[in-house]
């Protein structure tokens, strides 16, 4: 049992990746790879403010928020002065500035040796020790993510981003400032990255850069084209498949070194057949 509790857990934390990702690529058509960043930063934030500031779970990631807010906006704003390829360009170069940061501002992140001891969520007396009850909070977290999609998706300012995603030139025609909503969009998505990355933190109660590193990014962006793009649902399915399939290759028997080879090879196969027989994944709504 515990051993499905921890894949459900991994799997809202995915989940809300995906969907804060999704929001960026599926519904702007805005191709970013610095989510392993932010993710990052929401990890670090709550993983320092635990055990060094002595604040609580909810308060920190509060901070996560604000600090993520703060580069978002300053980099969202960069970014939105450029389009594919480049913004694309842009934004992995971002996930390697942070990846760097925490790997060398030793005397903050403590560098390689990572953050340990971080805290569970408590609310009151009342603390989250247990993996199933850590599941029913970060459950309502995932739950909240996935409406916030669907409210935006439905929204006026979520059909300016589909227009914007279709034609941004036509949509600036229209009156609209394209990046206003760019630079919303990706502090919007850069936020909750972070809120999944406090999650991860207080779970795993230790961390270190490597997890934060450009390929995370990558490995996001490959849930949401399995998926599909400009879906909910697609996120969700693309994350439940690609974080149960790792645990299919071990049920298989494999070395541990063979299933990683392997799980890398049939993560890129994936991305190659979705591409050529099925573009806009399985629930998506648009072709990459």
Not at 111 to 132: M, R
Not at 186 to 209: E, K, N, Q
Not at 227 to 250: F, K, N, T
């Amino acid at each position: 049992m515990e051993y499905i509790i921890n894949l459900a857990i991994l799997f809202c934390i995915y989940g809300m990746l995906a969907l804060s990702l999704n929001m960026v690529i599926g519904m702007s058509g805005l191709v970013s790879l610095a989510q392993a960043a932010f993710y990052g930063i929401g990890a670090y934030a709550t993983a320092i403010g635990m055990t060094s500031l002595g604040m609580g779970f909810f308060s920190s990631i509060l901070l996560g928020i604000l600090i993520n807010a703060i580069i978002s906006l300053v980099v969202g704003k960069i970014l939105a002065r450029f389009q594919y390829d480049y913004y694309a360009i842009v934004s992995a170069g971002l996930s390697v500035i942070v990846f760097s940061i925490l790997l060398n501002w030793k005397d903050v992140t403590n560098g390689a040796l990572g953050i340990y001891g971080i805290g569970k969520p408590a609310i009151g007396s009342y603390t989250f020790y247990s993996n199933a009850t850590f599941l029913g909070l970060i459950f309502i977290f995932t739950v909240a993510v996935y409406l916030l999609y669907m409210w935006i998706d439905r929204s006026s300012f979520g059909r300016v981003l589909k227009g914007l995603r279709e034609d941004e030139k036509l949509t600036q025609s229209m009156g609209y400032k394209t990046k206003h909503y760019k630079s919303i969009i990706f502090v919007l998505s850069a936020t909750l990255s972070g809120v999944a990355g406090s999650f991860f933190a207080s779970y795993i109660a230790f961390i270190d850069p490597s997890t934060f590193q450009l390929k995370e990014g990558i490995f996001l962006f490959t849930i949401i084209i399995v998926g599909g793009l400009s879906s909910a649902l697609g996120s969700v399915v693309g994350a439940l498949v690609l974080i149960s399939l790792p645990e299919v290759l071990r049920f298989i028997g494999l070395p541990y070194e063979t299933a990683a080879q392997l799980q890398q090879i049939i993560y890129g196969a994936m991305l190659v057949l979705m591409m050529v027989f099925k573009p806009q994944g399985l629930f998506g709504k648009y072709r990459m």
